[in-house]
């Protein structure tokens, strides 16, 4: 195994700059600062059959805190650790990232979203000093801070053996799908379509408790708040908590949070405009951009 320089070379583009289905490669050299393949075992060739279609490395060895320092935000006082996978837990992170996030993502979206890298980390962390000495730990599960990479970590101090369950598999697919789809919203990779707002009004006041006033925010449409790796909505308490790009981004989330049939056990598919909404979104995303929002709810044959 050995360093290599990988060299990109520019592509010419024909197309128009504001063709949305243009991939836009990476236009430069770039010395990578990780062995790729990281080994010669079956999770490595599925990371490399990963790497020539979506453009993106997944390293699950070698790095170290420094590397965990190279992001955009950085908190005063507060560091990040992390280890790396043994042989036996990359095998299954690794087979996790392709069948449950790649096999359900096109490549006109990866590749233009995602960074050079995508750590599988161990137990990643954050660690501070606090006030009496000693030190805070925080897991981190999901980033999208880095520099140059993004980092999932499902397995903890305490969690050492990988989830097997249909739910906590939907859960960690879900939040690293949420954390992409919002990439590509805010960079505009996915664009809100204008017939989205139709029924919306992002100005009046809305009710947060009082589910019989006609203004309780559900009713308006509005499905509540998604906080950074967040897997449940929660509420809203002032219109200005929302806006165009938040709403359609909940809407995304709704569509792979739950299949059909939970949905329709759910109250939120008492809300007319939510139901109309749901599905307006989930069908636009099929059509537009090949990502089937029901399909990722469903998850993979176990």
Excluded at 129 to 150: E, M
Aim: charged share 25%; glycine share 4%; proline share 3%.
């Amino acid at each position: 195994m050995r360093y290599i320089v990988l060299i990109l070379l520019t592509w010419g583009l024909l197309a128009s700059c504001n063709d949305e289905d243009t991939i836009i490669p990476r236009e430069a050299e770039v010395v990578l600062r990780y062995e790729f393949p990281q080994g010669t075992n079956e999770w490595d060739e599925i990371a490399k059959e990963i790497k020539e279609k979506h453009d993106v490395y997944l390293i699950y060895k070698g790095y170290s805190s420094l590397d965990f320092s190279r992001a955009w935000t950085v908190s005063s006082g507060t560091n990040y650790f992390g280890e790396s996978l043994t042989d036996e837990k990359a095998s299954v992170h690794v087979k996790f990232m392709k069948e449950h996030i790649f096999d359900y993502l096109p490549v006109e979206l990866t590749r233009t979203v995602l960074p050079l890298y995508y750590f599988l980390i161990d137990n990643y962390r954050t660690e501070k000093l606090n006030y009496s000495g000693g030190i805070d730990k925080t897991n981190v599960t999901n980033s999208a801070d880095g520099l140059d990479y993004w980092a999932s970590s499902i397995y903890t101090e305490n969690l050492t053996e990988f989830p097997s369950t249909w739910e906590k598999l939907r859960e960690h697919r879900t939040r690293i799908m949420r954390q992409l789809l919002e990439a590509a919203i805010n960079r505009e990779r996915i664009v809100i379509p204008a017939s989205f707002n139709e029924g919306f009004d992002y100005v009046k006041a809305i009710n947060s408790w009082n589910t019989s006033d006609p203004d309780y925010y559900v009713k308006r449409g509005f499905l509540g708040s998604l906080n950074v790796d967040a897997y449940n909505f929660g509420s809203i308490y002032n219109i200005t908590s929302t806006n165009p790009t938040l709403n359609f981004l909940t809407y995304v989330f709704l569509g792979m949070r739950y299949t059909e049939e939970e949905f329709l056990a759910n109250s939120l598919a008492t809300y007319p405009l939510v139901v109309k909404k749901r599905l307006e979104v989930i069908n636009y995303m099929k059509e537009k951009y090949h990502v089937d929002l029901e399909a990722i709810a469903r998850g993979p044959e176990l």
